[in-house]
């Protein structure tokens, strides 16, 4: 399978904290993966480095066969990559509506993006009835879903999500997840997932990365992941599973 | 009762020109989170760039539009030039940068001009009814109204507006959706350049043309953004007509002229201690 983005010995450093050494992964083009690992491992920093935004990187990042590392971020997200922050990143002064025009200010096709607003009312029905109120009057759940819609409205080759999961309800995680699954397979969006809960991850995702302080420790196809011991017993919480088969 | 209604409107009309430089001072503070103590002598400059037209007898209108075109044009210069190479300055930093760009725009216009007040003409004359307000002050509020009403619309209803409110409340997310951030900051500049170029057009018939000629008002101006809420454009325009008319009431009835400006600066701190994010200002803005 051809990668969307390949990520070649990246190393990044906060001021002179350094937080990643040495990371090498890839994304398949319209595939999902999986980025694991416990806090403070560099999963943030990666997707950070990635878009050149807060942190210092070098390394070599090719997105859709040209080299992007070292533009700007602004040009990086125009290049077709959206980025939807850890915190979410919303406009909560401003408007649900306004918040998704801003996903596609970058955008010319006019005609295509109003279409692209009406399809994420279908996907996210709860922003439609929001459209005209402050972004931040909404709840977690809500506004975690603007951040993805207002994401897509970039019409982008590849989404990058930092944990969408945390600190959201059960049921409303299973809802966005989902939509998350429903964009991959139909339009063949590639996605690079952060994710505190792996089970939820590894089921979702083709391939998988295991950091550990700033390092790749463990990597391959989802299905394999998901049987490895040592991401069970550190990741999955299952470690008894086989001892009692 | 005549005597009254004439000093409410002509402290008005003073505090639309404080209102219309106020809300320059806040479409920078908005997007840069400073307040520019040089706009003032900035919309000075201009005004002088206006004079030397209509002294050469170039039409009015013409004077104006290339008065604020070259308000636009420098103030986006200064940004790009000075201030974007300060972007992670210390806040202190920047405020003297500001107050040397205030002394150094100053003595250049004292330099290139020369010292001597000069007369400046107001196109409004014709304007005057014979009533409470003379033709030229007729213009201002006409004016002001209509800057106010196009910066609004601006902001809300075009695209290239909406992603300067986006990048006054998150920068980070507004790169991230793929704004130019830094164009934008430009554009803020020069956007406020213009609009202090018009204050200083309309104030220069009144206070006459010379280096100083802005210095009061930019007082008044940074009083009234203050008071208004900084961040805040309608704020900034109310702040203006209140301080205005405040100022003219208190120096015909309470003070006198002399103690005006101390009792309107008084006003403005008594403001600040009741709601210390300014009348319209929003809290977030106090975060810092």
């Given at each position: 399978m051809t990668s969307i983005l390949t990520v070649r010995n990246l190393y990044a450093s906060y001021r002179s904290l350094a937080v990643l050494s040495d990371v090498s992964i890839d994304v398949p083009q319209g595939g999902m993966t999986a980025l694991l690992g416990a806090n403070g491992a560099g999963k943030t920093t990666l997707l950070r480095a990635i878009s050149q935004v807060m942190v210092r990187a070098t390394g070599e990042i090719t997105f859709d066969g040209r080299r992007i590392d070292g533009q700007p971020c602004d040009a990086i997200a125009r290049a077709g990559i959206a980025h939807v922050p850890d915190g979410r990143?919303?406009?909560?002064?401003?408007?649900v509506e306004e918040n998704l025009c801003l996903g596609a200010i970058?955008?010319?096709d006019k005609a295509a993006w109003q279409q692209d607003m009406v399809r994420m009312y279908d996907y996210f029905p709860r922003l439609h009835a929001y459209r005209?109120?402050?972004?931040?009057?909404?709840?977690g759940g809500e506004q975690q879903m603007l951040a993805i819609a207002r994401a897509l409205m970039l019409s982008p080759r590849m989404l990058m999500l930092d944990e969408?999961?945390?600190?959201?309800a059960p049921m409303i995680v299973r809802q966005i997840f989902d939509i998350l699954r429903q964009i991959n397979t139909e339009r063949q969006l590639s996605i690079l997932l952060v994710e505190q809960n792996a089970s939820l991850a590894l089921e979702l995702a083709t391939n998988a990365y295991v950091l550990e302080s700033g390092r790749v420790t463990i990597s391959g196809p989802a299905n394999v992941l998901r049987g490895d011991e040592r991401v069970r017993r550190a990741y999955?919480?299952?470690?008894e599973e086989t001892a009692h088969a | 009762m005549h005597e009254l209604l004439h000093q409410i409107s002509t402290g008005i009309v003073n505090g639309c020109i404080y209102a219309m430089l106020a809300l320059a001072l806040v479409v920078v503070y908005r997007s840069?989170?400073?307040?520019?103590?040089a706009q003032g002598e900035m919309a000075m400059f201009s005004t002088y760039i206006a004079a030397i037209l209509i002294g050469a007898n170039v039409p009015y209108a013409v004077a104006f539009l290339a008065c604020v075109l070259f308000a636009f044009v420098s103030g986006a210069l200064v940004e790009r030039v000075v201030m974007r190479p300060l972007h992670h300055a210390p806040v202190l930093s920047v405020v003297t940068v500001f107050v040397a760009l205030y002394v150094i725009v100053q003595s250049a216009a004292g330099l290139v001009f020369g010292y001597e007040t000069r007369s400046f003409p107001s196109p409004?004359?014709?304007?005057?009814?014979?009533?409470?307000?003379?033709g030229h002050e007729v213009g201002i509020l006409l004016t002001t109204v209509g800057v106010l009403a196009a910066m609004t619309a601006f902001f809300r209803f075009t695209r290239l507006g909406l992603a300067m409110r986006a990048v006054a409340v998150q920068p980070l997310s507004s790169q991230l959706v793929g704004i130019r951030v830094s164009r934008l900051l430009m554009l803020s500049w020069g956007i406020a350049g213009a609009v202090g170029a018009i204050a200083g057009m309309l104030a220069a018939p009144i206070v006459?043309?010379?280096?100083?000629?802005m210095s009061g008002i930019m007082i008044y101006a940074f009083a009234a953004a203050i008071v208004g809420g900084i961040d805040s454009p309608v704020g900034a325009v109310v702040g203006g007509i209140l301080l205005g008319v405040f100022e003219n009431l208190a120096g015909a009835y309470?003070?006198?002229?002399?103690?005006k400006l101390t009792l309107a600066l008084v006003a403005m701190i008594a403001v600040l201690i009741v709601k210390p994010q300014g009348l319209f200002g929003s809290r977030s803005a106090q975060r810092l």
């Open positions: 990143g919303t406009f909560t002064e401003l408007t970058s955008r010319r005209r109120k402050p972004a931040g009057l909404m709840s969408p999961s945390f600190g959201l999955l919480g299952q470690p | 840069t989170h400073h307040v520019n103590f409004f004359d014709a304007l005057g009814t014979g009533g409470i307000l003379a006459f043309l010379d280096p100083h000629m309470l003070v006198g002229t002399e103690l």
